[in-house]
Structures are given as C-alpha cells and as structure tokens.
C-alpha cells in the first residue's frame, strides 16, 4: 500500500472551484435560511392560529425527513411542475428550506424565553409593535440562541455534501470527479475530508466572533452571568 | 418503462426494514464507543482527555459522508473487502460514537459535583461511583437527547445508499428512475421516514417536559 497524493493535489484548480461552491452553497443557505426563520417565527406571532400551524406543519416536515429525499423531492419534482433548475439553485433551494425550518424551531425557542414583561416595558416606553418585535424579542432571543443557530450552520456545511447525489459539482461532487479521473480512492477523501474539517472549523470560530460582534451588549451581560456564577 | 403499483411501493416499504436494522445496529456499537468516549473525555488525565476531546471535535467537523468514503475506500484500500452493510454501520458508528459521546458527557457533568464527593465520602472506588451515583442520574437527565440524536441518525441512513446498500432513500431512487414519478415515490418514502422519526421526536419532547418536571420539586 503506498500513497500518492501528487494525482489528487495536480487537480487543485478542481478542488478550489469545489471549495468555493461549498462555501457560496452554504452562505447562501444560512442567510436566506434566517430570514425565512425570521419572517416565520413573526409570521408565527402576529397572525393567528392557522399560519402557526402551517408554520409548525412545515417545520416538523422538514425537521422529520432526510436532508436527501427533500433534494430529491426538489431536483427530480420541481420540473414535472414546468419550474426548471439547474442542479446547485436546487441545492440552494433545499438547503435554505431545511435550514429555514431548524433555525425556526430554535429562534421559536428563544423568543419564548423572552419575558412578557419585557413587551410591556417596551410597549411602556412607546415603543411600536414593530421596534418592540424587533428590539425587545427578536436581537435577545437571537443573541440568547445563537450558540444552538451556529451549530446548525455548521451542520449545514456538512450536509451540503450531499448535494452531490444530484451531481453538483460542489467539494464532495468534485471528490467523486477527481476519484474517477485518478483512480487515488483514499487519498482524494483524505484531502477532501481534511479541508472540510478546516471549513468546519473556521465557520465555528467566524460565528463564535460574529456572535460577540452583533449582540456586545447582550454577550457582555453573559460574561457578567457568568463570573457571577464563578464567583 | 413501469408505472408506479403495488409491487413498486411494496419494494419502497421493505427497504425501512433496512433502515431500521441499519440505525438499530450503528446505534448499539456507536452507543457502545460512545460511552467509552463520554468517560475517556471525563478522563483525570489529561493527554486522554486531549485525545477524546480531538476525536469527537474532528468526527463532529466532517460530513458523515466522508466518514463513509474513508472507511468504505480504506478498508478495500488495507485488502479488507467488507459487504456494504458493514462500512455502511462502521461508518454511521463513528459518526453516532462523537455525537453521542458529547451529549453523555454533558449528562454525566450536569449530574451536581457534590454527588461525587458523596459517593467518594462512602469509600465507592471512582468506577463503584460511576456505577452506583452518576451513572443513573446522568442516563435519567441523556433520555431526552439521546432520543432526540436517534431522529438524526435515522435521517442520516439515507446517505448509504451511495455505496450501493439499498435501504430506503435508494429504494425511492431506484423505483422514481424505473417509474419517473417522483412526487408519488419520494412522497412515500418521505412519509416512512416521518413515520419513524415523528415519533420519536414527540418522545424526546415528552420526556424532556417530564424531566423539566420532576426536577422542579
């Protein structure tokens, strides 16, 4: 058994296109995938009875099937219904609409936790419905959250491998070209799986960051909660 | 080419026993591997701590279908020629042994550190500790989580089916390619997979309330 790297790494230009869908995939998924979170956790909120449950319908769909037959689903459905998609804007698709219903099941979870006499001080302070949805429930429950919204969009990165069962040429799709071209099996995954574990990584830390960049406020109080509690 | 009957959807229901099978078996030795992880992550020294804490965080940080790759190709790679099955639950139990590892370490922490001293004050040796004192607690306070992970790995069995192991995502695939109607075939078997994993969601919440219960008196 003897490695040889040198075919894998001469397919570079390959793999970088790869690495590049992986990460526009996923980008692209987390920021559309929170705002239909957001728009259905206050959706959720200000209209009554029949969109909730519409809203949680959905989410438990989503949140009940694999990622892959809702791909799927997509790829092989959507032009049976006269909507044509090339491989990746299905991924995309399916990607935020999986998303969309995890990170609406998390942010539900933080803005129950948010206090009802919060909305009344903030209705005290002539606050409207809108600046009070805003300031007073959605920024804490999302700074209160955003640990459990971070590990799902790590999970997201990596699920997004599976978008290559329908052929789009993201980092897994080019693994399984570079695998046939060079007939190097283990080395490719080896190579793969290794700048996966870095994408992995980095989005962990650039959310960890993000996180105390966007609610300073809120994280300080954490950090004040905690040396409380360590004290 | 074939329509979509009772033969076909038949084919469909059989690959869950698949399923089944497949997340019952990676459960039970990922389970197993996990627990040993849970306790070397707890480990009062700390190069195996260290080790531990590498092998769930890099388990964690690469896609499951990698996992599947590296063992289905390296194995045939050192001349072990393994049936699909096999590197199909290898593989699911890695990943289910990292995962599960992490939620039971947060079980067995949250249990409050006064029982150890306790237990220790009884003269219990560290593993009559773990036995007798930690060991039920933190599997009471894991029910919830483990329950809700099992919803996980029944979903995450559908990527087998790209190493040639037909369960029931590649079942769906295999009859929408001879039958070209996929709303009806990936209606199906999404609706058997929601059958299997609804439950189990409501269980895990259940079990959470119950929990949040009983702890509050």
């Not at chain 2, 804490?53 to 790679?77: D, E, K, N």
């Not at chain 2, 029931?168 to 209606?187: C, E, I, K, M």
Request: glycine content about 6%; proline content about 4%.
């Amino acid at each position: 058994m003897q490695f040889q790297f040198e075919p894998v790494l001469a397919e570079a230009d390959r793999i970088l296109n790869g690495v590049l869908l992986t990460i526009g995939l996923s980008f692209g998924a987390i920021v559309l995938g929170l705002a239909l979170a957001i728009l259905l956790v206050a959706a959720k909120s200000l209209f009554g009875r029949w969109v909730g449950l519409l809203v949680d319908a959905y989410v438990e769909l989503m949140r009940n099937t694999p990622f892959l037959v809702q791909l799927f689903m997509l790829f092989f459905g959507l032009p049976l219904l006269g909507i044509r998609m090339s491989g990746t804007e299905a991924a995309l698709l399916a990607m935020t609409l999986n998303l969309g219903a995890y990170a609406t099941e998390i942010i539900r979870a933080g803005v129950d936790s948010i206090h009802r006499s919060q909305l009344e001080a903030g209705v005290s302070l002539a606050m409207t419905e809108r600046q009070v949805f805003q300031h007073v429930v959605l920024m804490p429950a999302l700074a209160r959250v955003w640990p459990a919204l971070s590990s799902q969009f790590v999970l997201m990165l990596l699920a997004s491998s599976i978008c290559s069962f329908i052929a789009v040429p993201e980092l897994s799709g080019t693994a399984a070209i570079i695998e046939q071209n060079t007939f190097r099996s283990f080395e490719t995954y080896i190579v793969v799986t290794i700048i996966y574990l870095v994408l992995a990584l980095t989005l962990k830390v650039a959310l960890l960051w993000l996180g105390r960049k966007i609610f300073p406020r809120l994280s300080s109080v954490d950090r004040l909660d905690a040396k409380a509690e360590a004290a | 080419m074939t329509i979509f009957g009772w033969p076909e959807a038949l084919f469909i229901v059989r690959a869950a026993g698949w399923t089944l099978l497949l997340t019952a078996i990676s459960f039970l030795i990922g389970g197993l591997l996990g627990g040993v992880f849970a306790i070397l992550r707890l480990s009062r020294i700390k190069a195996v701590r260290r080790f531990a804490a590498s092998y769930i965080l890099v388990i964690q940080s690469i896609p499951v279908l990698m996992v599947l790759f590296m063992s289905y190709y390296g194995l045939s790679l050192v001349g072990i020629e393994l049936p699909p099955f096999f590197a199909a639950s290898a593989s699911l139990a890695i990943y289910v042994s990292a995962y599960l590892a992490e939620i039971w370490r947060g079980s067995i922490e949250s249990v409050p550190f006064q029982q150890w001293e306790a237990s220790a004050s009884l003269a219990h040796s560290p593993a009559q500790t773990y036995r007798h004192v930690i060991l039920p607690q933190a599997i009471r306070i894991s029910l919830p989580p483990t329950v809700g992970f099992l919803v996980q790995l029944v979903k995450n069995t559908s990527i087998v089916s790209v190493v040639g192991f037909v369960e029931l995502a590649r079942a769906g695939q295999l009859v929408n390619n001879a039958t070209f109607q996929p709303f009806q075939v990936f209606t199906l078997v999404a609706a058997l997979y929601f059958c299997i994993c609804f439950p189990l969601s409501r269980l895990s919440r259940h079990l959470e309330k119950v929990m949040n219960a009983s702890r509050s008196h």
